[in-house]
Structures are given as structure tokens and as C-alpha cells.
């Protein structure tokens, strides 16, 4: 009896393994560039908490929409801002009702060096510096936040001979952070963790500046029936998450 009490609890045991083997699945997603470190962190305690893998790539709103409407094969959508993913629903893309305000982004004027942007932002007035780096604002909404920020501040059209483009937010930040630009604007949540700065100097953009960046999630098609898909979309509205996007420096919607 004793053996085959042993037998029972080892097959149990062994079939509970394969069984949750068997539910645990992948999601692909498609995340706006500026989220790259959030996204990071959130795929680690995701798939500890749930056992699903998430399988990130990182881009330019703009260019994912472009890779999504031709079929790309993504399962979520994690844009830079609300106006994607709400075309893409209105194209029939996405499913209806899926959509959410996963994070508030915010723009910050940036530096490698210490103490080279004070904290009001007037070394752009200045112009003490040969390039300022931006993102493509035809591809990324922290790019459109810049430009709206700098023609707020009557500085534009002075300034847009030191543009240097990223495709991406990504990119902006690489162009700063390697020198190739002294300052740019870039996400928060690339220079920051924790309630500091990880380097440099920066200033933080008033939120009067520039159309809020509300960034939205969305159910893609392809992903109608993936469990890890939809499991990942509500782990975003949990308290785990949460913490971990506020850690970052994102807002969230009230």
C-alpha cells in the first residue's frame, strides 16, 4: 500500500507539472520604445507570477503601426500613445474593448554631462550646444512632445538647424547618451528609477507644454485567443505592475 501511495502522489505530482506546463504560454508583444526598461521588468515578474513569456520588440509607435496593419504577428500592443491604438480599433485591428491608458509618459530635456541642464531648462535658450537631439515626431509621440514644447517656448524655429533625429525614443537617448548630441529630449523612465536620476542632469518638462502622453494598450487580433495575452493586459492594471511602471516615473490614469 505504501508503494502504491508513493505511485499515486509522484504520478499526481508529475501530472500537475506537465499541466501547468501545458497552460503556460507566449505573447508577443509590441512595446513603444520608451517603455523598454518598464517592459524589461514587468516581463521578469510576469512570467514568475503567471508562468506565460512574454517576447518583446521594442520600436516607434508609428512604425508598429505600419508592422501591424500588414500583418505583423503580434499579440499586444503597448503604444507611446492613445491615438494608435484607437485607430487601429476603429480599423478593426484590435478587439473592441481591449484598449486602456496603461501609463502617462513624461518628457524630459536630458544630458549625459552633470550639471549641463538646470533645472529650468534655459541652457535651451543659450543655444550653448551643437546638437539636440529628438525623436522622429512623424513616428513618435515623445518626438511631437518636443516639438510642441520647443515652438511653446518660441524656440523652434531657432534650435531646428541643431536637430539631430532618432527613429525612435531608443535611438534619441543612444544619441545622447554616447555624446553625438550634449542634451535631448528624451522619456523619463530612460534616466530614471527609483525617484532619481541614474546620471547626468535634466529637466522635467511642465505638462502644460506638450499634449499629454497617454499611452495605451491594446488586444490585437492575433492575439484574440492567446490566454497569455489577455493574462498580460490584466497583470498591467495590477498592483504589482503599477508599482513597478510608477518606479519608472509614469503617471497613471486616475
Known sequence: MKRLGSALIFSATLFLGFSGTAQAAEVF??????????????????????????????????????????????????????????????????????????????????SAKEGFVDGKGDVLKTGAFTHLSIADPEKAPYGTAAIETLKKLGLHDALQSKFVKGNNIAQAHQFVSTGNAQLGFVALSQVYMN???????????????????????????????NPA???????????TATSIIKSYGYRLAQ
Open 29 to 110: 508583444v509590441a512595446v513603444a520604445a520608451n517603455f523598454t526598461a518598464p517592459m524589461q521588468a514587468l516581463a521578469v515578474a510576469f512570467e514568475k507570477e503567471t508562468g506565460h513569456k512574454v517576447i518583446p520588440s521594442f520600436g516607434a509607435t508609428g512604425q508598429f503601426y505600419a508592422q501591424i496593419k500588414n500583418g505583423a504577428p503580434f499579440d499586444v500592443f503597448l503604444a507611446a500613445d492613445s491615438e494608435t491604438p484607437a485607430k487601429l480599433e476603429a480599423e478593426g485591428a484590435t478587439i473592441p474593448g481591449s484598449r486602456f491608458t496603461y501609463a502617462i509618459g513624461t518628457l524630459v530635456l536630458w
Open 195 to 225: 525617484d532619481k536620476l541614474t546620471g547626468g542632469s535634466a529637466w522635467v518638462v511642465p505638462e502644460n507644454l506638450h499634449t499629454p502622453i497617454t499611452q495605451d494598450a491594446a488586444l490585437l487580433i492575433k492575439g484574440k485567443d
Open 229 to 239: 495575452a489577455r493574462a498580460l493586459l490584466q497583470y498591467l492594471k495590477g498592483a
